[in-house]
Nanobody
Framework: QVQLVESGGGLVQPGGSLRLSCASS????????MGWYRQAPGKQRELVAR???????TSADSVKGRFTISRDNSKNTVHLQMNNLKPEDTAVYYC????????????????WGQGTQVTVSS
């Protein structure tokens, strides 16, 4: 059974920083693309950033230059370093582990963590 456990959320003032971590159990970490998504009240869940098993990253335009995703394959952990936080970054942040094959047409697995709240407010 795969579990993703997030930590590191909380309340921070605008301009501050937080570091989210996601620890993965199971045997999927080394072959899965790990991602961070967020969902604000009344809005759809959106991709924040993701990183492939070999370290290729993508991120949303709204967080480029402020957020950095990284992974530690030896510890089955993915991190999201968030700097210069803004009130619009307030959301529940979810960790995701996903693998696709067949040129993206087949979803081999798709796991989600329980989410961690990030609130940016003065």
């Amino acid at each position: 059974q795969v579990q993703l456990v997030e930590s590191g959320g909380g309340l921070v003032q605008p301009g501050g920083s937080l570091r989210l971590s996601c620890a993965s159990s199971g045997n999927i970490f080394s072959i899965g693309t790990m991602g961070w998504y967020r969902q604000a009240p009344g809005k759809q869940r959106e991709l924040v950033a993701r990183i492939t098993p070999v370290g290729w990253t993508t991120s949303a335009d709204s967080v480029k230059g402020r957020f950095t995703i990284s992974r530690d394959n030896s510890k089955n952990t993915v991190h999201l370093q968030m700097n210069n936080l803004k009130p619009e970054d307030t959301a529940v942040y979810y960790c995701n582990a996903q693998k696709r094959s067949n040129y993206g047409r087949t979803l081999d697995f798709d796991y989600w963590g329980q989410g961690t709240q990030v609130t940016v407010s003065s």
